[in-house]
């Protein structure tokens, strides 16, 4: 209980700071910005399986599932690529948003930051009871594979017209119906007051969007790091320090999402190994080396593939 509460505090406190110091006053975040960050957390976020080596080395942590320490960290490391490759996908979606509700850039990480505390609960919370069923009850691993090939399935013949569109989606419409929105965003308010009514404004409705959205991709992500443990604690802490890089990430390739198009073939690679993974486990057992090398290379390979087709065309 003393990790969880020291690693939950750590991760307030790096929020308070985010929020009240680093960007305490609205601004437009740069490539540079947005690399710099990135850069470091990606490394904290690797640099973090030696803590979990000494964690699970000294026994200062549950073992539910009795996981040598080299273990304990390359599970964290798969969880992490996996959690990692599935949010380019929601690196997508946000970017739709955000264009479709014309959020100014400078107010962009201010919905993120509230997006990121809300997605922190909802995982959590998704977390708790996925580990819980499949501690329970056995059997849901083979839906849970089932549903990560038929995600992989949709991906693959998805057409491009059927791309999400904000104000068209469900959210939107029963949101309008609760609160009225106003379409003019207000400094970096979520409300404003309009001859005495009370608005949401853009900046808002973007927030809950998001938030919803992120529920939707922990559907497929939250399965397919449960087929890799059932760890509370590897879970939980490679989902976090997905969703914590997801914003710097965000501002780092919103501008280059294009050219990463093949990217999306990685994400149904690794959705399909690991439902297959599910699904066969009796069968075959995968070592966690090739479930690591496996997704690493589809991560890989999709970038390297992106960028060979963009310098070709």
Not at 126 to 132: A, D, E, K, S
Request: net charge positive.
């Amino acid at each position: 209980m003393t990790v969880w509460i020291i690693f939950l505090s750590a991760i307030v406190l790096f929020l308070a700071l985010d929020l009240g110091i680093f960007n305490k006053t609205p601004h437009i975040i740069g490539a540079k910005e947005a690399s710099k960050w990135t850069a470091v957390f990606v490394t904290l976020s690797f640099l973090f399986s030696g803590v979990i080596y000494w964690l699970y080395n000294n026994n200062y942590i549950k073992n539910p599932d009795g996981l040598k320490p080299i273990t304990a960290s390359i599970k964290y490391l798969t969880g992490y690529l996996i959690e990692l490759s599935l949010s380019i996908d929601n690196i997508f979606v946000i970017a739709i948003i955000f264009s479709s509700f014309k959020i100014p850039k400078k107010l962009q990480h201010r919905v993120l930051f509230w997006g990121i505390i809300g997605a922190i609960v909802f995982r959590g919370l998704m977390i708790y009871f996925g580990v819980l069923i499949i501690n329970k009850f056995a059997w849901t691993t083979y839906l849970f594979g089932i549903f990560l090939i038929f995600t992989a399935l949709k991906m693959l013949f998805t057409k491009e017209e059927d791309e999400f569109k904000p104000k068209n989606s469900f959210i939107y419409k029963l949101l309008g119906k609760i609160i009225p929105i106003t379409h003019q965003a207000d400094k970096e308010h979520f409300f404003v007051k309009i001859d005495g009514k009370t608005f949401a404004t853009p900046l808002f409705v973007a927030l809950i969007v998001i938030e919803v959205m992120d529920v939707v991709f922990a559907l497929d992500s939250v399965p397919a790091i449960l087929a890799i443990t059932s760890d509370p604690f590897l879970v939980f802490s490679s989902n976090i320090f997905a969703i914590l890089g997801l914003r710097s990430m965000y501002f780092f390739l919103a501008h280059m999402l294009e050219k990463f198009s093949y990217l999306e073939y990685s994400l149904i690679a690794i959705l399909s190994f690991v439902g297959l993974k599910m699904l066969l486990k009796e069968l075959i057992e995968v070592p966690e080396w090739a479930s690591l090398g496996f997704i690493a290379l589809s991560l890989i390979t999709g970038v390297v593939v992106s960028l060979k087709k963009n310098k070709d065309d």
